[in-house]
């Protein structure tokens, strides 16, 4: 369970396990140490034994707003821990959610926003932007 430490550890929580066994697969193919978790409560389980240094997070799980609940534990626990998070909500509700404005940075605790589907391909950009720029 514990990531080897010369390989970067990625967190991935999405409550679509077809979609967690995709990501999960195609990043560890790049050479990723990848840690998976079907819901918030059992993904706030696994960051109090390991710190990732990327977490990428569905925003829909158990309650509607699970992604951001988890998001905010995360950050309290890992400040400098870059957050993706991947939500089908836009095209759900037509609610569109972004990173812009410091109003919204204050109370979304998230670098990074993609909508389902993703891009795999985007999807690994914005990972490898983000640990490049916390480096």
Known sequence: MFANPTQITILVVDDDTDFLLQVKTRLEVLGYYVLTAESRQAAE???????????????????????????????????????????????ETGINFDTATNEERSWIKAEVFLAKPIRFEQLVREIERLLKDKN
Do not use: N, W
């Open 45 to 91: 389980e696994l960051l109090a034994q390991t710190r990732p240094d990327l977490a990428i997070l569905d925003l829909m799980m158990e309650e509607m707003d699970g992604g951001f609940a988890l998001a905010y534990h995360l950050k309290k626990l890992y400040p400098s821990v870059p957050v993706i998070i991947c939500t089908a909500v836009a095209s």
